[in-house]
């Protein structure tokens, strides 16, 4: 049996990720209470197995706090009954919650005469960070929309192969910020750069001028070496202490040019090892 408990802030796409999950198959339910969990094990997946062979269950911060900092105990539970549990914890950047709060005109959960927006995040991170902790997926979604966390969730739960680690390669600028989720961070910066090349500054590393030129470059090749010596090394532990899942980010200035060339070199070597490799370019996206 597999049980997926989707977590995470207020805002974040927890609703988008249960959506797509039923879509992959999945029994979904909505804000269980942390308290309730043990008889739903126990009364409910135990005895129907068939119905609730692959079931999602969100878990968010309108539980009680004290239920939650138990949650501990939860997962011992779990995994004394035998079933397959992951924890997906979603999460986003304060300006970007904010925003998406002030488009929709939703109200926070934690928020009430006396409690501001600004502080009901504050409070809910920290609520939730028993979840968190035993996360083996997070998930920014600072930068994405709905059609690409969709995707995401397709690509990284529920049509994955869970028999294998999942891995996924993401490029990105860092102008832009560091992505979150990220397990392993490269830098790009070091090598030549494309874009003080006027006839190569308005293309990216997907472009076949870009690509010649970076390899061209021998420092480009000796990175991609590097990173792929240490990921082929380290990987394989990760893998064998149970780890379904890792984020490999490369990033260069603005996302464009040296870190998805680089992206793109890697995932060409790895996708021969490994049958779930997923790759995302976030300033592309973005660009498109």
Not at 25 to 45: E, K, R, S
Not at 46 to 52: F, I, K, S
Not at 258 to 268: A, F, N, T
Request: negative net charge; charged residues 25%; proline residues 3%.
């Amino acid at each position: 049996m597999k049980l997926l408990i989707v977590s995470g802030l207020s805002g974040s796409g927890k609703s988008i990720a249960l959506d797509t999950l039923e879509d992959c198959g999945y029994y979904c339910i909505d804000n269980l209470p942390v308290t309730l969990l043990a008889d739903f094990i126990n009364h409910v997946m135990l005895v129907d197995t068939q119905t609730y062979a692959k079931t999602a269950i969100g878990i968010d911060a309108r539980n009680q706090t004290e239920s939650l900092a138990n949650f501990s105990d939860s997962m011992g539970l779990i995994h004394s009954k035998g079933i397959d549990c992951e924890v997906i914890f979603m999460q986003a950047e304060e300006a970007t919650l904010l925003k998406r709060y002030s488009e929709t005109r939703r109200k926070h959960p934690l928020t009430n005469v006396n409690v501001p927006l600004k502080e009901a995040l504050k409070i809910e991170r920290d609520m939730l960070t028993p979840i968190a902790r035993h996360a083996s997926v997070i998930i920014d979604t600072s930068r994405t929309h709905y059609h690409q966390l969709r995707e995401l969730i397709k690509d990284q739960i529920g049509e994955r192969n869970i028999k294998h680690i999942s891995l996924q390669f993401q490029s990105f600028g860092f102008k832009h910020g560091v992505p979150l989720d990220a397990d392993f961070v490269f830098d790009a910066r070091a090598l030549p750069n494309p874009y003080w090349i006027p006839e190569l500054r308005g293309l990216t590393g997907k472009d076949q001028e870009v690509i010649r030129f970076l390899q061209e470059q021998p420092l480009a090749s000796e990175l991609a070496q590097d990173i792929t010596d240490f990921l082929a090394r380290w990987i394989p532990r990760f893998e064998a202490e149970g780890r379904t899942y890792l984020t490999v980010a490369i990033g260069c200035t603005g996302g464009q040019h040296r870190s998805v060339y680089l992206v793109d070199s890697l995932i060409s070597l790895f996708n021969n090892t490994y049958s779930n490799v997923i790759v995302r370019h976030r300033e592309l996206l973005n660009r498109a």
